[in-house]
């Protein structure tokens, strides 16, 4: 039988600074596929609003809805793919953009132009905070926080049903404010989650499937927060 000394197991001090080092290049690359994916997004929403692909959005939901759902796991199946991974990401990323186009260019035009574009400009502005706020916690206290993936996705499907109660059968202002402040406690939880797993799984994780993660948690936020400041100013 093979005999193992306690020294075994141990890593150099080079080794371990190698592991660190493919660590960190691997979260760089994640956050800088994450940036490119929202900066798609972004120019799929203003893409959409300023050549009026926003009224084919508007008017084709399904057939946009399954185009996401297409871009989604195609990205999801050549994220371990080096020529298709970020191009796949891309394209799913920019159809996000369009999907939300509908709801942005309405905002945009309910209330005064400008007034109407500044609440948007909020919502993205807090998103950021908020996120960058959980990630950053995430680094500096070194918390593992993947135990509550479970939950989060089981208050998920909870919340997604909350949603088609409220639309179809409550229809209340309050509940919808009440579904919106979850919302955003449950993907705040799924930033801390998806963080973790970044910072503990590197390399495990095709680094434009990490990305993809992070962005559904960022648009996710960002759907959330501009419900409560659109709904709060209904209410006013």
């Known amino acids: 039988m093979a005999q193992f000394s306690e020294n075994t197991f141990q890593f150099t001090p080079e080794a371990l600074a190698l592991v660190g080092q493919a660590r960190l290049a691997y979260i760089r690359k994640v956050y800088t596929y994450f940036s490119f994916g929202l900066l798609a997004a972004i120019v799929g929403a203003l893409v959409s609003m300023n050549t009026g692909m926003v009224y084919f959005a508007a008017g084709n939901r399904l057939i946009l809805f399954v185009a996401y759902i297409g871009a989604f796991f195609w990205a999801q199946s050549s994220a371990d793919k080096p020529t298709r991974a970020v191009p796949t990401m891309i394209l799913f990323t920019f159809i996000s953009g369009v999907m939300l186009s509908p709801l942005l260019f309405s905002i945009a035009h309910s209330y005064i132009p400008e007034t109407g574009v500044q609440v948007i400009y909020n919502a993205l502005f807090l998103t950021g905070i908020v996120f960058g706020g959980l990630t950053t916690y995430v680094y500096v206290s070194k918390k593992d926080f993947s135990f509550l993936g479970a939950s989060l996705t089981i208050g998920a499907f909870v919340l997604i049903g909350a949603i088609l109660i409220n639309s179809f059968f409550v229809q209340s202002s309050n509940f919808d404010f009440a579904i919106s402040i979850i919302g955003v406690i449950i993907f705040?939880?799924?930033?801390?989650?998806?963080?973790?797993?970044?910072?503990?799984?590197?390399?495990?994780?095709?680094?434009?499937?990490?990305?993809?993660?992070?962005?559904?948690?960022?648009?996710?936020?960002?759907?959330f927060i501009l419900r409560i400041l659109t709904g709060s100013r209904g209410r006013n």
């Open 188 to 223: 705040s939880g799924f930033v801390l989650v998806d963080t973790s797993l970044i910072l503990r799984r590197a390399n495990e994780i095709p680094p434009t499937s990490a990305a993809l993660r992070l962005f559904l948690d960022f648009l996710n936020l960002f759907m």
